[in-house]
């Protein structure tokens, strides 16, 4: 696997001690830039094996082998951080690794801050942020969008809820793996905006497929279609990133169809909450539990396109 690509840091003239939990296909690369930044980062991942195996990685691409360790616990790697950093699977995850006596916010001092950048419910954030406030830990929650390869390239789009001041303290730290940090508003706001990101990635891509899947049946060679098309209004992410590959019928990396049925799940839930409307949201969602039962839990969102064929 592609550990971190190259990219510019801005220079950083007193290292922060940092802590990450769960490296998974996100937050591996995600702490890789961090380190290679020049902060001291403690890591923390269920499988203690790999959290190693990221010191490991990290050294190689250039990281301070003295400003590396792994924790056990979430409360371990936490001790001593400035900024406790998350990127976990759902809300239960996120709860286990903040709470109780071997979570975060038990080893996290007042004034720290935790930062959540897993795709979870506003709901959570708003519960884990007052149980932070209650400890004198500040909550920022800061969903992430641009897939693996945004995360490899450092280049991914941070959408916050907080507070102002303590999210203008984290920010050059969280810059170090993104091109866009932004706070979107009060505790949830961050989830709330990552919901939106989702409503919209979900009917771009049955659209694309569509196009796709109907540009094969007339004929057409779909690359040099993408090519054209690709410099007009149906230009997206999606299309330049992932039109291609649809067509070559590849779709064993990215962003897993699992994963976007579970952020589907958040969006369809806070709909009924705040009474918005969206019909094709969830008829997108039906069609990605028909690519599942085609076997295609960890195919890439795009496989929607295996669906029409």
């Known amino acids: 696997m592609t550990f971190i690509n190259e990219r510019a840091y801005t220079p950083v003239d007193a290292p922060v001690s940092v802590a990450f939990l769960g490296l998974g296909v996100m937050g591996y690369p995600m702490a890789g830039h961090l380190a290679k930044a020049g902060h001291h980062v403690s890591v923390y991942n269920r499988t203690e094996a790999k959290a190693k195996t990221w010191v490991s990685d990290a050294q190689a691409a250039g990281a301070n082998p003295k400003n590396l360790r792994v924790g056990t616990t979430p409360r371990e790697a936490a001790q001593g951080a400035h900024i406790v950093m998350a990127c976990v699977g759902n809300d239960q995850d996120l709860r286990a690794i903040c709470l109780g006596a071997d979570g975060a916010f038990a080893g996290m001092t007042a004034g720290s801050t935790f930062v959540d950048h ?10 884990l942020y007052q149980a932070a406030k209650q400890l004198g830990i500040a909550f920022i929650d800061g969903p992430v969008s641009g897939g693996q390869a945004g995360a490899q390239n450092g280049a991914l789009t941070v959408m916050c809820g907080g507070d102002a001041p303590v999210f203008e303290q984290v920010k050059p730290v969280i810059a170090c793996f993104a091109k866009a940090v932004t706070l979107m508003g009060d505790s949830g706001a961050g989830q709330l905006t990552k919901m939106v990101n989702q409503i919209a990635i979900a009917g771009l891509l049955q659209g694309l497929s569509e196009a796709v899947a109907f540009g094969q049946r007339a004929g057409l060679d779909m690359h040099s279609v993408i ?7 149906a230009q997206s992410w999606q299309m330049d990133n992932r039109g291609r590959t649809m067509a070559e019928d590849k779709f064993d990396f990215g962003f897993a169809v699992d994963w976007m049925r579970k952020d589907l799940g958040l969006v369809m839930d806070e709909a009924k909450r705040n009474g918005a409307r969206l019909p094709v949201t969830a008829l997108v969602d039906q069609f990605y539990a028909d690519v599942q039962q085609l076997g295609g839990q960890r195919w890439d969102t795009s496989s929607l396109v295996k669906r029409l064929r």
């Open 227 to 233: 090519d054209v098309i690709g410099k007009g209004a």
């Open 118 to 127: 897993t795709t979870a419910s506003a709901e959570v954030a708003r519960e």
